[in-house]
């Protein structure tokens, strides 16, 4: 953070206040109304914080009008192509691209900690069979900090670095295994001689009555989804993350509650959303309809999977992953796959139309996911798991930034507060 000497004038009530102004790396500057009550006596409004910097952080650089994404300097479609998960976790977490012997010890610190404790088998049962998975892993992952109470000090620097590494390697574990559970298959035990996303695919999709190998392309397209979905600035699960540990909570606890806000269709659970409306479409001829329902304001109706709060242009994630939707549907010989067409229509039909043009709405992350995710074989219900465990690096990182930053204060908004005023207590009968 830049302190410019430049300042803005405030004139409130015959008084003028200077606020300071500082200037970031990438984006626009930054009021600082850090001593505004303090001073004048008065908050800032502004719900859905659509003006207002949370924290500084160094991490990731979203340009929403140029459609940039930049992880520590990177842009988000060098690393999809040229990297993979957990280099880019090692880069979200540590700021730098490892070394060849850096990775490899990452990647080594990683693996060994896939397993879980063996208890939790027994903790998964007592879900019921039909639970959403997203529902039965904001239960397990809050109670990790029961299984894993050695790495709950968030004031331990090596505490801090173990749950780290317990909650990216573990996630996958317990996505799958909710999986499994949901679908009364047994659990299937992590394998250490596969890569990050190899195992995922093996754990989800192998039974023991029969070998299943992983297709290293699905497993590339797999790997390419999670470094898609690492991270992504202050969105509200981040946000989240960062004011559920602002008091002090341990990360099990803060990554449950990140978990728990993704799972809304405005947020992570888009995907599901989006697969569910394609398929509620059915067909090309059937979009002018679901357009003008989008576009009517006494309908609640959504196109999902079009529209963010950062891009104004284009989102870059949504370009890698129609390019991915191409690729893996022709790998499985389903190119002419009757969603991707809706999908491919929609989205022409769509940016052609004044409504979402004037407002510019545009596909997003959450667009092609699911389509490319369907065609491996998973369910809906599992798309925002997936979106879930490829986000928990950026969330751990986040909060990692946030426990090590020495302005690190408890969140505390303020409101405006339009209720009554103070009124005396009516007794029962007179009421
Ligand atoms: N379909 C139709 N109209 C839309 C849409 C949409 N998908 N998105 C926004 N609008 C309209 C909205 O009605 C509003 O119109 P008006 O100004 O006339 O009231 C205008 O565009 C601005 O919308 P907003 O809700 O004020 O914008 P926001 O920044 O608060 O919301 C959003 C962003 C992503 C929640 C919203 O675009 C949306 O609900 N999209 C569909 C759900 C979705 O795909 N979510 C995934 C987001 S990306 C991945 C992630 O974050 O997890």
Redesign the pocket.
Known sequence: MTDTQKTAQLSLNGETYELPIFSPTAGPDVLDIRKLYAQAGVFTYDP?F?STASCDSTITYIDGNEGILLHRGYPIDQLAGKSHYLEVCYLLLYGELPTATQLEDFETRVTRHTMVHEQMHNFFRGFRRDAHPMATMVGVVGAMSAFYHDSTDIADPWQREVAAIRLIAKLPTIAAMAYKYSIGQPFVYPRNDLDYAANFLNMCFSVPAEDYVVDPILARAMDRIFTLHAD?EQ???TSTVRLASSSGANPFACVAAGIAC?WG????G?NQ??LEMLKEIGSVDRIPEYLER??D?NDPF????????VYKNT?PRAKVLKQSADEVLELLGVEDNPLLQVAKELEQTALNDP??IE?K?FP????YSGIILEAMGFPTSMFTPI?ALSRTVGWVSQWKEMIGDPQNKIGRPRQLYLGETTRDYVDIENR
């Not at 997003?364 to 667009?367: A, E, G, K, R, T």
């Open positions: 859905g659509t992504h969105n509200a699960s993704l269709p405005a947020h992570g888009a959303a989006c989008a576009k304001k959504r196109l999902m999977g079009f529209g963010h709060r989102d409504y979402f407002k709405l997003n992350v959450d667009f979106f």
